[in-house]
């Protein structure tokens, strides 16, 4: 089996590089579940109704959310209404929506994916540790599912390596999404689990992680200006995420990470 997971995406820019993106790389290669962080898609902050749906008809088969999961207020009861849009499963409990979701492929096999966010630096939210030991125990990789993929919403990279190395060899993947940076490490941990600390972001690169200069930079240097409204930046995006190979007994074989168009490119030397 073959998952692609991208990484947050940011704004109208973000969301039509990773549709324009996602129409081509299931044409050139084979993909069972196609998973989207969307959590920054409806300008900057949170995701709409209408724009689930248009991710859903492109061929995205699982949504993940994040810190930003219920921004848009008016779109809360979508959480309940659609299954394959997954919030945080460690947010408390009677909190709207779903925090997984099985996605069947087209011969039958059965991917768990599991959407968590981290504590530190962030706002206090149920441990991930145990909320992810305690679906474990009903949803056991190679028994109960063919795949278990983890997008773990954090900000502190020792976080997100502690949780890989405790669930190493329990899940198939555990890939790092907040931070809008892509990382280079890459791996197949000592059990069997691929790790990557951070996908990156689908946005515009020439900005400050997908927002425009101004008003992010004010943030920092006026005390005034330090709730300056933040706008997605609207150039040339970049698609950032990551391929994951798995094997017949769930495990992971391969993992690459992937970067297509925008901004984003190799350094040169000047």
């Not at 129409?23 to 709409?48: P, S, Y």
């Not at 145990?130 to 983890?150: E, R, S």
């Not at 769930?250 to 040169?268: D, M, P, V």
């Amino acid at each position: 089996m073959r998952v692609l997971f991208l990484g947050d995406t940011v704004g109208q820019s973000g969301r039509e590089a990773v549709i324009s993106f996602i129409n081509g790389f299931k044409a050139e290669k084979h993909v069972d579940c196609i998973i989207v962080n969307a959590e920054n898609i409806a300008h900057g902050f949170g995701i709409r109704a209408n724009i689930s749906n248009k991710l859903l008809e492109s061929g995205v088969d699982v949504i993940t959310m994040g810190n930003h999961t219920f921004d848009q207020k008016d779109d809360i009861q979508l959480f309940d209404q659609e299954k394959r849009l997954v919030r945080p499963a460690n947010y408390p409990k009677g909190t709207p929506g779903h925090g997984f979701y099985i996605h069947e492929t087209a011969d039958g096999k059965k991917i768990m994916v599991v959407n968590l966010i981290g504590r530190v630096f962030m706002e206090q939210n149920d441990d991930p540790f145990q909320c992810m030991d305690m679906l474990l125990k009903t949803y056991k990789l190679g028994t109960t599912v063919d795949a278990i993929f983890v997008d773990f919403h954090a900000e502190a990279t020792a976080e997100k390596v502690a949780f890989a190395r405790f669930f190493d060899g329990r899940v198939t993947a555990i890939v790092g999404t907040h931070t809008h940076v892509p990382t280079a490490d890459a791996q197949i941990l000592n059990n069997g689990t691929g790790y990557l600390s951070d996908a990156g972001m689908c946005g515009d690169y020439n900005s400050v992680i997908g927002m425009e200069e101004e008003n992010s930079i004010l943030r920092f240097t006026s005390k005034v200006h330090m709730y300056a409204r933040l706008t997605p930046a609207s150039g040339s995006a970049t698609v950032c995420g990551v391929v994951v190979d798995i094997g017949e007994s769930g495990k992971c074989t391969n993992i690459s990470t992937i970067r297509s168009g925008g901004f984003l490119r190799e350094q040169k030397s000047c």
